[in-house]
């Protein structure tokens, strides 16, 4: 394996890269934010689905650890 010098971008070329690097870490972190209220969603409305159906410990435990990790997902990072 070789190792060749490469030359930084510069100038304009430098300017698009850092937008481009910027528009997708914004991207990805409206990703984040919406998969965790999804998520928080989801694991409320199985739970609640599986208490109607008769499993009422399961339906509870699911929609609490859920919900808990949702919170978590969301409150941890910052």
């Known amino acids: 394996m070789t ?9 304009l070329a430098a300017v698009v890269l850092l937008l481009r690097f ?12 919406a998969g965790a209220r ?3 969603v989801l694991f409320a409305g199985v739970g609640v689905a599986l208490a109607v159906t ?3 410990v399961a339906g509870i435990v ?3 650890v859920g919900i ?3 919170a978590a997902t969301r409150a941890l990072p910052k």
């Open 3 to 11: 190792s060749e010098k490469v030359d930084s971008p510069s100038g």
């Open 22 to 33: 910027l528009t997708e870490l914004a991207l990805l972190a409206g990703l984040a934010v």
């Open 38 to 40: 999804l998520g928080f």
């Open 54 to 56: 008769g499993l009422l």
């Open 62 to 64: 699911l929609a609490v």
């Open 68 to 70: 808990g990790l949702a």
